[in-house]
């Protein structure tokens, strides 16, 4: 079984998140380990990432992606964030956003419902709970400064990497 970490809250499935920060017209829409390269120099990318990154809601999870199911299972939870708040616990599984369901179908819509993640939004969440789906509301809270260098670090690690020859 394969699976990825996440962070959630500011950008689901952060695999939401750092290819449009840098994105230029037609770049490709992945970030991350499979050859995508940010187009932008390093500071342009920096000032692009912290000036989006500051109107970004943040609720406070870390969760694993299952790579074979798409599960996604909540790992920890921030102490003192909206989440905790809201009652998710380590172990959650996320069902929904907002009544939509995370699937494959149904990606495009919760991209748009994520574009609307600021600070004081009230999201609602599905999540199952030992075999039940329970539903939880947070309160988006603005994007801690150490989340926020966490993420933009892990970006600008990306920049020094280099391009393997066959991109």
């Known amino acids: 079984m394969t699976t990825r970490r996440r962070t959630h809250g500011s950008l689901l499935a952060m695999a939401l998140a750092f290819a449009g920060f840098c994105a230029s017209p037609g770049a490709p829409a992945v970030a991350g380990p499979k050859g995508y390269k940010c187009p932008l120099d ?6 692009q990432m912290a000036g989006e990154l500051k109107n970004r809601g943040w609720m ?4 694993d992606v299952n790579e074979e199911t798409g599960v ?3 790992t920890s939870v921030v ?3 909206p989440a905790e708040a809201a009652g998710f616990l380590k172990g959650d599984i996320l069902v929904a956003l907002d009544g939509v369901r995370f699937t494959a179908e149904n990606e495009a819509k919760l991209k748009e419902i994520r574009k609307d993640f600021v600070p004081g ?5 599905t999540v199952r709970r030992v075999g039940k789906e329970i539903e939880l509301t947070v309160t988006l809270a603005a994007l801690p400064p150490d989340v926020m260098a966490q993420m933009i670090g892990m970006h600008m ?3 020094a990497q280099p391009v ?4």
Not at 60 to 63: A, T
Not at 164 to 167: R, S, T, V, Y
């Open 42 to 47: 390093a500071q342009t990318c920096l000032n």
């Open 164 to 167: 393997p020859a066959d991109k």
């Open 72 to 74: 996604m299972k909540v």
């Open 121 to 125: 939004r009230r999201v609602d969440y």
């Open 60 to 63: 406070g999870i870390v969760y």
């Open 157 to 159: 690690i990306e920049h």
């Open 79 to 81: 102490a003192g964030s």
